[in-house]
């Protein structure tokens, strides 16, 4: 497990009886090379001792949020940016229900809802708290906010029960972790390039016509991206959204300030085009603000269509061109029609006069349409926008190796 290698792993140990599969875990981590961080939730001194996961660890052991020696060496939040990855092993049905509704109740809630890194979870409990509704509900909405399971598996418990709900074996969890950083490490030599929001085509100098986008599932797919080990580049139409410090963002404002910051960062191996760029622009835009008028006559003309110009220009062509087809009506046909007329290996539609999965929303709901490939379209269910990109982004993963 050689990519566990000065890896950086802050390890989040809950209280349930599988706390004790943690210090083998830890070990194992630190054999091959992981530095340690830990945290243990008050339950879980009931089953380790702060002791025994110091001794295993080489490292110092956080548990209460308000510690003025804690917070003087490393406060919450930068505890949260000293990892590379947060693992909670064992995540019982508690601490999983709190990161589910955000609660912050204790040090290790605190941390995670602060952390801007990638959460694994390795879920251990009763198989019918597993089985639950509620628990079910939770993991969910965990699996859209990107967190990632390892687990659990099937077999007998601690409480003479059998069924699904018993924590993976430290080996397990080691060899996920380490598979996540190979991933991670192999992606970085792919470079991605993303385009997001809207455009604005100036009628005047304080009018335009643009299109109705937020850009979230832009910034999500760019986050994801970067997250999976990408050099991502997001070029940016005007919205009121961050990004990730790391991610290189360039914003603009017209379509053709668009297209000329998407030449400048060619090639790349993957290009998405999320954005929503103005069909039409002024003939000739006023240098005055125009006077109200009882009719107004407006010369238009079209922009070009930056997803069609790289698609179909082979000297700078990446390597998979993904387009989105934000429709009303006949979504399939009007995306297959995209597909084959601008030359791109997939469309990723989604059906915009739901108002649920609009543009403004949290939430989506799309259909991928492939090109080349045995499977011609595929639908991914309504989640948040960050689980829509990151099931994308493994779709991604896989076409480019």
Known sequence: MKNLLNKKILFIICGGISAFKSLETIRIFKKNGAEIKTILTSSAKEFVTPLSVTSLSQGKVYSDLFNAENEAEMDHISLSRWADIIVIAPATANTISKLAQGTTDDLASTVVLASNKDIILAPAMNVRMWEHPTTKTNIN???????????????DMACGEYGEGKMSDPLTIAKEIDKYFLIKKSNKKFKALVTAGPTNEYIDPVRFITNKSSGKQGYELAKSLYRNGFDTTLISGPTNLEINKDI???RVETANEMLIATQKNLP?????????????????????KLKKKENLTLNLEKNIDILNYISNHNSMRPKLVIGFAAETDEIH????????KKNCDWIISNDVSNKDIGFNSDYNEVIIHYKNKDIKK????????????????????????
């Open 141 to 155: 909405k965990l699996k859209d906010f990107g967190y990632k399971l390892i687990g659990p598996e099937i077999g």
């Open 333 to 340: 046909k009007n995306a297959e029609d995209k597909l084959n």
């Open 268 to 288: 790349v191996d993957v290009a998405v085009f999320s954005a929503a760029v103005a069909d039409f622009k002024m003939n000739k835009s006023y240098e005055t």
């Open 378 to 401: 595929e639908k991914l269910s309504y989640k948040k926008k960050s689980g829509i990109s990151d099931e994308i982004v493994d779709r991604i993963i896989d076409q480019l190796n």
């Open 248 to 250: 290189n963002l360039i």
